[in-house]
């Protein structure tokens, strides 16, 4: 695999959060049990920073739920040249003095970003009235603040190519993970037909990867490509071959409608867009392979 282009790693701490929101990606919630053990994290931080030592997330879940781990990590990734930003719903930002006091923790150890989630799918937050000051705040502290704000997709809409990447921050959801089956009733759907790419992803020279608190790393959150507890970083990207992983390689040949193709798969009732499509393919694929996650991760031998 290239890495000239990757400018993000994204390491998921837990699957454990305080919300469960109905566009999440990662599918977590309260009922979330794993964290990522901190010697594995940071042995895959060392890698990191060998493979490509570019900006890592730490996301979740919510991070903030395992501080101590997620302030190691941060120390470590800043240590190994990476560039640290985290990722949180802030649950806990209760007040302003909150909000710095906590935040200095992580800046005093290298945090640079933080990435705060603000929009109609987290609910109520308790930063709402202080909003406006939340970035000045952080900035004061050495810590660049942006908001995530994802917008319902407006149902008449057609399939686009609205990003240009798929770690969007800001925009209308992406149908995949919990969205994939929570958000997309009153969508208006199309053919398979319409979904012959996945506009989103270089497969051979991708921006981003997402690691997720088991140690599979992912391509797209859900199409995971090896497992790092069993192969290293190093060698994962040493040794990768898309022609090795049916699921990816026919994404990336030409999107869900050459993942049906291949597969034997079909359009029963159309889709919402192109990351529906794919979800909800996979997921039919687990089903029919009897595995118990829509990631179709023993279909991609590494
Ligand atoms: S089309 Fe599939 S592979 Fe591409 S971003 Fe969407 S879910 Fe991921």
Same mark, same amino acid.
């Given at each position: 695999?290239?890495?000239? #282009?990757? &400018?993000?790693?994204?390491?998921?701490?837990?699957?454990?959060?305080? =919300?469960?929101?109905?566009?999440?990606? @990662?599918?977590?919630?309260?009922?979330?049990?794993?964290?990522?053990?901190?010697? /594995?994290?940071?042995?895959?931080?060392?890698?990191?920073?060998?493979?490509?030592?570019?900006?890592?997330?730490?996301?979740?879940?919510?991070?903030?739920?395992?501080?101590?781990?997620?302030? =190691?990590?941060?120390?470590?990734?800043?240590?190994?040249?990476?560039?640290?930003?985290?990722?949180?719903?802030?649950?806990?930002?209760?007040?302003?003095?909150?909000? #710095?006091?906590?935040?200095?923790?992580?800046?005093?150890?290298?945090?640079?970003?933080?990435?705060?989630?603000? %929009?109609?799918?987290?609910?109520?937050?308790?930063?709402?009235?202080?909003? %406006?000051?939340?970035?000045?705040?952080?900035?004061?502290?050495?810590?660049?603040?942006?908001?995530? #704000?994802? @917008?319902?997709?407006?149902?008449?809409?057609?399939?686009?190519?609205?990003?240009?990447?798929?770690?969007?921050?800001?925009?209308?959801?992406?149908?995949?993970?919990?969205?994939?089956?929570?958000?997309?009733?009153?969508?208006?759907?199309?053919?398979? &037909?319409?979904?012959?790419?996945?506009?989103?992803? %270089?497969?051979?020279?991708?921006?981003?990867?997402?690691?997720?608190?088991?140690?599979?790393?992912?391509?797209?959150?859900?199409?995971?490509?090896? &497992?790092?507890?069993?192969?290293?970083?190093?060698?994962?990207?040493?040794?990768?071959?898309?022609?090795?992983?049916?699921?990816?390689?026919?994404?990336?040949?030409?999107?869900?409608?050459?993942?049906?193709?291949?597969?034997?798969?079909?359009?029963?009732?159309?889709?919402?867009?192109?990351?529906?499509?794919?979800?909800?393919?996979?997921?039919?694929?687990? #089903?029919? /392979?009897?595995?118990? @996650?829509?990631?179709?991760?023993?279909? =991609?031998?590494?």
């Amino acid at each position: 695999m290239d890495a000239s #282009r990757l &400018d993000t790693w994204y390491l998921q701490l837990t699957d454990r959060c305080t =919300n469960a929101c109905p566009h999440c990606f @990662s599918s977590c919630g309260p009922a979330g049990a794993g964290v990522v053990p901190f010697a /594995q994290a940071r042995k895959w931080i060392h890698h990191m920073a060998a493979v490509a030592a570019r900006r890592i997330v730490f996301t979740g879940g919510e991070p903030f739920l395992y501080f101590p781990l997620l302030r =190691n990590l941060v120390h470590e990734a800043r240590t190994r040249g990476l560039e640290p930003a985290v990722w949180t719903n802030g649950y806990w930002i209760t007040g302003l003095e909150e909000f #710095r006091l906590a935040l200095r923790y992580l800046a005093d150890v290298g945090l640079k970003h933080l990435l705060l989630s603000e %929009d109609a799918f987290h609910g109520a937050q308790p930063f709402v009235a202080f909003l %406006d000051r939340l970035p000045s705040a952080a900035e004061a502290l050495g810590v660049a603040l942006r908001f995530a #704000r994802i @917008s319902p997709k407006d149902p008449p809409a057609p399939p686009d190519y609205l990003f240009a990447d798929h770690h969007v921050t800001e925009g209308p959801v992406m149908f995949r993970g919990r969205a994939a089956t929570e958000c997309v009733a009153h969508q208006a759907r199309w053919k398979l &037909d319409d979904f012959d790419a996945c506009p989103f992803l %270089d497969f051979k020279a991708p921006r981003s990867l997402f690691i997720d608190f088991r140690g599979r790393i992912h391509i797209c959150p859900g199409i995971p490509l090896a &497992d790092l507890t069993v192969i290293s970083l190093k060698k994962f990207f040493a040794e990768f071959d898309l022609e090795r992983h049916p699921v990816a390689r026919a994404i990336a040949a030409g999107g869900p409608r050459r993942l049906a193709a291949d597969f034997g798969l079909h359009d029963e009732a159309g889709f919402v867009d192109f990351c529906h499509a794919c979800w909800e393919l996979r997921a039919r694929l687990s #089903r029919v /392979q009897n595995l118990d @996650s829509p990631a179709p991760e023993r279909l =991609n031998p590494v």
